[in-house]
């Protein structure tokens, strides 16, 4: 199968499922944060942190930036269906091509029209957030301005949740400036509002290289896992059967 194959059906696999991923809270889960065209990383994880029983989560952003795109985004999407349930690839602003265009996107400006068209809805299936019991909630970026997680089930791309939890970024300021372009801005009035709502205790994302890896009292952390932002690689490990309570209750491993 080529790329477009698998991506098909891999969309297949997740698109009935809804945008919201229930992790199996007696597995060791993996959080793997933007690997951006990082093959080396993704060799690694797959290696050298991954084990049999493990889950492992992909936070979005695969592609782009990175000098192998491609083979990072086929090595997830074929793992994916090697092992759907150990397996996840949230979607990140990267994979969201067929809906909001961006720049830099030297993966998919690289690729013909046709190929670019069909791989840009295959990722739309993509899931936008995963949950481990009830107090740890994965995206790519912010936490939606939702009334409960069951909201985000069927959160549609272009929408704000979509937004939200595919650009949003954050910051320490408690009345940040909204930012221009595709960005919001949340600050931790925001935070502590939307969590309560949707009744998690701590956020796991990627996306924004700038932000601190703790934030809000140790309830966001953000994660790395490419080269593309000065050696910031790193995994999250949340042990089998662990009461989150802290992003701290989360190890951080150097891959």
């Known amino acids: 199968m080529d790329l477009r194959d698998i991506a098909r059906e891999v969309a297949g696999i997740v698109a009935p499922r809804g945008r919201l991923v229930e992790l199996d809270p007696s597995a060791r889960i993996v959080f793997?944060?933007?690997?951006?065209?990082?093959?080396d990383a993704v060799e690694r994880v797959f290696s050298n942190v991954v084990g049999s029983g493990d889950v492992v989560v992909f936070l979005g952003d695969v592609v782009?930036?990175?000098?192998?795109?491609?083979?990072?985004?086929?090595?997830?999407?074929?793992?994916?269906?090697?092992?759907?349930?150990?397996?996840?690839?949230?979607?990140?602003?990267?994979?969201?091509?067929?809906?909001?265009?961006?720049?830099?996107?030297?993966f998919w400006t690289s690729l013909a029209a046709e190929e670019a068209d069909v791989l840009a809805h295959a990722l739309l299936a993509l899931p936008l957030a995963a949950r481990h019991?009830?107090?740890?909630?994965?995206?790519?970026?912010?936490?939606?301005?939702?009334?409960?997680?069951?909201?985000?089930?069927?959160?549609?791309?272009?929408?704000?949740?979509?937004?939200?939890?595919?650009?949003?970024?954050?910051?320490?300021?408690?009345?940040?400036?909204q930012v221009v372009l595709s960005r919001p801005l949340y600050g931790p009035d925001d935070f502590?509002?939307?969590?309560?709502?949707?009744?998690i205790r701590v956020l796991v994302r990627s996306h924004q290289p700038d932000a601190p890896t703790y934030l809000y009292q140790d309830r966001c952390l953000t994660l790395f896992t490419s080269s593309a932002y000065g050696g910031r690689r790193q995994v999250a490990v949340l042990a089998s059967s662990r009461q989150v309570r802290s992003a701290r209750d989360l190890e951080l491993y150097e891959i």
């Open 192 to 199: 502590a509002a939307r969590s309560g709502r949707l009744g």
């Open 133 to 177: 019991s009830s107090t740890l909630l994965a995206v790519h970026a912010a936490l939606p301005n939702v009334d409960s997680l069951a909201s985000i089930v069927t959160v549609e791309p272009g929408t704000p949740p979509w937004r939200d939890m595919t650009w949003g970024d954050w910051s320490e300021e408690r009345r940040p400036v």
């Open 64 to 106: 782009d930036r990175g000098p192998a795109s491609r083979q990072c985004l086929e090595r997830v999407l074929r793992a994916k269906l090697e092992r759907p349930e150990h397996v996840h690839l949230l979607m990140g602003n990267h994979e969201a091509w067929g809906v909001a265009r961006f720049r830099p996107a030297d």
């Open 32 to 39: 793997v944060g933007d690997v951006h065209g990082d093959l």
